[in-house]
């Protein structure tokens, strides 16, 4: 069983950064891709970033230049560092991860999500 915990979340004003961070635990392998999505309110879940397991990043057009995606691979863990927030990415924001655990697959595995408020 794999289990992908996010934290970091929480409310805070425009202008103000937050740090987010998925680990995953479990029988793992390996893992390739690791992506953070966001759902805003009324909104579909969206693409926000990726980073591979060789370290490439790509960024949605809305985050990027304020947003950073990182991993640890020694902890399985990745990180999103969230700077210069607007409201407007006020979403709840799920973490995805590709992780070989027995043979020869990937499996995209996900976590519960974590609330990001930005006011005004």
């Known amino acids: 069983q794999v289990q992908l915990v996010e934290s970091g979340g929480g409310l805070v004003q425009a202008g103000e950064s937050l740090k987010l961070s998925c680990a995953a635990s479990g029988s793992i392998f390996s893992i390739n891709t690791m992506t953070w999505y966001r759902q805003g309110p009324g909104k579909r879940r969206e693409f926000v970033a990726l980073i591979t397991s060789g370290g490439n990043t790509n960024y949605a057009d809305s985050v990027k230049g304020r947003f950073t995606i990182s991993r640890d691979n020694a902890k399985n863990t990745m990180y999103l560092q969230m700077n210069s927030l607007k409201p407007e990415d006020t979403a709840i924001y799920y973490c995805?991860?590709?992780?070989?655990?027995?043979?020869?697959?990937?499996?995209?595995?996900w976590g519960q999500g974590t609330q990001v408020t930005v006011s005004s």
């Open positions: 995805s991860m590709a992780i070989r655990t027995t043979g020869w697959t990937f499996d995209d595995y």
